[in-house]
């Protein structure tokens, strides 16, 4: 058991170190911001785990489409049976909730050293007829739970990291981490709780409740993603 633990205090703490400091948008600089281009976005890890399990440690890290283990590839299909991508799903929620408080947005596509990483430097991006650059990348999705005592429910979880700068810009100017579902406790960020509408007392379960059920809690992570990153941006 202290071994299980040990490895997965491990993968928490890597994923810790990973997490981009925050920084808070200034009055001054949202003034300025008419349109937004959203860098695209690349499609997240996906993963069905019980993350107070050492094979957590094994099973999420790595640059794979899918977390390893039968589950996660169960959840996969079911996903690609149904068409859903969480990349478009978050996309379109962006450009609406931006449009909501007065945003313009495009759609820019980049090449990432680190498809889980932030661009990081944008001062060679050169994009005509927009004021601000919008990177958000989703390191992982899907659904997990940790321990029996702390956490007994699964439940849909997504991560990003978000960033923003000024076109061909060195500084950046908001910057942030979103954890929705799953709260990483040596992770600081915006913490987004999942709905009990999509929480379940067992791993199978999450599958008895049927496709539409298990994409309806994706959809909310991206949701409420998006409502906070705008609502952040906000003037």
């Given at each position: 058991?202290?071994?299980?633990?040990?490895?997965?205090?491990?993968?928490?703490?890597?994923?810790?170190?990973?997490?981009?400091?925050?920084?808070?948008?200034?009055p001054?600089?949202?003034?300025?911001?008419?349109?937004?281009?959203?860098?695209?976005?690349?499609?997240?890890?996906?993963?069905?785990?019980?993350?107070?399990?050492?094979?957590?440690?094994?099973?999420?890290?790595?640059?794979?489409?899918?977390?390893?283990?039968?589950?996660?590839?169960k959840?996969?299909?079911?996903?690609?049976?149904?068409?859903?991508?969480?990349?478009?799903?978050?996309?379109?929620d962006?450009?609406?909730?931006?449009?909501?408080?007065?945003?313009?947005?495009?759609?820019?596509?980049?090449?990432?050293?680190?498809?889980?990483?932030?661009?990081?430097?944008?001062?060679?991006?050169?994009?005509?007829?927009?004021?601000a650059?919008?990177?958000?990348?989703?390191?992982?999705?899907?659904?997990?739970?940790e321990?029996?005592?702390?956490?007994?429910?699964?439940?849909?979880?997504?991560?990003?990291?978000?960033?923003?700068?000024?076109?061909?810009?060195?500084?950046?100017?908001?910057?942030?981490?979103?954890?929705?579902?799953?709260?990483?406790?040596?992770?600081?960020?915006?913490?987004?709780?999942?709905s009990?509408?999509?929480?379940?007392?067992?791993?199978?379960?999450?599958f008895?409740?049927?496709?539409?059920?298990?994409i309806?809690?994706?959809?909310?992570?991206s949701?409420?993603i998006?409502?906070?990153?705008?609502?952040?941006?906000?003037?």
């Amino acid at each position: 058991m202290l071994k299980k633990w040990s490895l997965g205090l491990v993968f928490v703490l890597s994923i810790a170190a990973c997490a981009p400091s925050a920084v808070s948008i200034r009055p001054e600089d949202k003034a300025g911001i008419k349109t937004i281009a959203i860098l695209q976005i690349e499609e997240p890890q996906l993963r069905m785990l019980n993350l107070g399990s050492g094979m957590a440690a094994m099973g999420a890290v790595g640059g794979a489409a899918i977390a390893a283990g039968d589950e996660s590839q169960k959840l996969f299909n079911e996903l690609k049976k149904n068409k859903f991508s969480f990349r478009d799903q978050l996309t379109r929620d962006l450009k609406n909730q931006l449009k909501k408080v007065g945003y313009k947005t495009i759609v820019v596509k980049v090449k990432r050293a680190d498809v889980r990483s932030l661009l990081g430097d944008y001062s060679k991006l050169r994009i005509k007829n927009a004021d601000a650059i919008l990177d958000v990348v989703v390191t992982n999705y899907g659904y997990v739970t940790e321990h029996f005592l702390f956490s007994p429910h699964w439940r849909p979880e997504a991560r990003a990291f978000v960033a923003m700068a000024k076109p061909m810009g060195t500084q950046v100017i908001y910057q942030d981490t979103m954890m929705y579902g799953y709260h990483n406790p040596l992770m600081s960020g915006v913490e987004l709780d999942a709905s009990p509408a999509f929480h379940f007392a067992e791993q199978d379960d999450v599958f008895k409740a049927g496709s539409k059920k298990i994409i309806s809690g994706l959809k909310d992570a991206s949701l409420k993603i998006a409502m906070q990153i705008s609502s952040s941006l906000s003037k």
